[in-house]
């Protein structure tokens, strides 16, 4: 019923759509037309300040006819019931001293659909200093072209405080298992959604990827890592 209602008022198709559909849906799963228009909508949440974008997100929903109309409605809806609550973001642990240019990284909780399995993922974002597509290329995440499941790289953990039910920090581990790099770590303990930690709990794994934050460029390039789940 509220999805009929909508269509009768198009910014608020779009405004929702804009937000259900920030992590572009692969092709197959929702409509063509949808996933047309959701390229339009990732330029804008990568870049607030380009009006371009901004404008051709409005008219393409404006141009659309009243099947297309409901069909993103619609994908947009069915995206959402499957994400359940708003993400989750989590900060860097020291966030706000970053003055030395630093990359610091915030990481946005989600979750998506491998072989009929939820896997947990984990999207990096700039928070500060020299976060982004360069920095996490220097600390050797592949790139990943969205087509296919990330590599596996067991040198790459995910440290989860078993007791506070919550992230710890992203690393890599050299061959004696000490740290080599780290990569992201909390702010302060975050408890995780009951669902989202069984997923975790489940899978073992989680994909990490990245960059997404405002200031990408329009149509950005992404890497991504399946890191293995240590808890502590």
Same mark, same amino acid.
């Given at each position: 019923?509220?999805?009929?209602?909508?269509?009768?008022? #198009?910014? %608020?198709?779009?405004?929702?759509?804009?937000?259900?559909?920030?992590?572009l849906?692969?092709?197959?799963?929702?409509?063509?037309? %949808?996933? #047309? *228009?959701?390229?339009?909508?990732? #330029?804008?949440h990568?870049?607030?300040?380009?009006?371009?974008?901004?404008?051709?997100?409005?008219?393409?929903?404006?141009?659309?006819?009243?099947?297309?109309?409901?069909?993103?409605?619609?994908?947009?809806?069915?995206?959402?019931?499957i994400?359940?609550?708003?993400? +989750?973001?989590?900060?860097?642990?020291?966030?706000?001293?970053?003055?030395?240019?630093?990359? &610091?990284?915030?990481? %946005?909780? /989600?979750?998506?659909?491998?072989?009929?399995? #939820? !896997?947990?993922?984990?999207?990096?974002?700039?928070? /500060?200093?020299?976060?982004?597509?360069?920095?996490?290329?220097?600390?050797?995440? =592949?790139?990943?072209? *969205?087509?296919?499941? =990330? !590599?596996?790289?067991?040198?790459?953990?995910?440290?989860?405080?078993?007791?506070?039910?919550? &992230?710890?920090?992203?690393?890599?581990?050299?061959?004696?298992?000490?740290?080599?790099?780290?990569? *992201?770590?909390?702010?302060?303990?975050?408890? &995780?959604?009951?669902?989202w *930690?069984?997923? &975790?709990?489940?899978?073992?794994? !989680?994909?990490?990827?990245?960059?997404?934050?405002?200031?990408?460029?329009? /149509?950005?390039?992404? +890497?991504?890592?399946v890191?293995?789940? %240590?808890?502590?």
């Amino acid at each position: 019923m509220l999805s009929v209602d909508a269509l009768d008022h #198009r910014p %608020t198709v779009a405004a929702f759509s804009g937000k259900a559909l920030g992590i572009l849906p692969k092709a197959g799963r929702v409509r063509d037309s %949808t996933v #047309r *228009w959701a390229v339009l909508a990732r #330029r804008v949440h990568g870049d607030r300040d380009d009006s371009a974008a901004a404008s051709a997100v409005w008219e393409a929903v404006e141009a659309m006819d009243v099947q297309q109309l409901y069909g993103l409605l619609d994908d947009a809806l069915r995206l959402w019931a499957i994400a359940g609550s708003p993400p +989750v973001v989590i900060h860097h642990g020291e966030f706000g001293d970053g003055s030395d240019g630093g990359p &610091l990284y915030q990481v %946005t909780l /989600a979750s998506r659909e491998d072989g009929g399995h #939820r !896997v947990p993922v984990l999207a990096l974002g700039h928070e /500060a200093g020299r976060a982004g597509l360069a920095h996490l290329r220097e600390v050797g995440l =592949p790139d990943w072209d *969205w087509e296919s499941p =990330p !590599v596996m790289d067991l040198k790459w953990q995910l440290r989860v405080s078993l007791g506070a039910r919550a &992230l710890e920090a992203i690393v890599r581990v050299d061959g004696e298992g000490l740290d080599d790099i780290v990569l *992201w770590k909390a702010a302060k303990p975050v408890p &995780l959604s009951d669902g989202w *930690w069984d997923l &975790l709990d489940r899978a073992q794994h !989680v994909e990490v990827w990245g960059p997404w934050a405002p200031g990408s460029p329009e /149509a950005p390039e992404q +890497v991504a890592v399946v890191a293995r789940v %240590t808890f502590r």
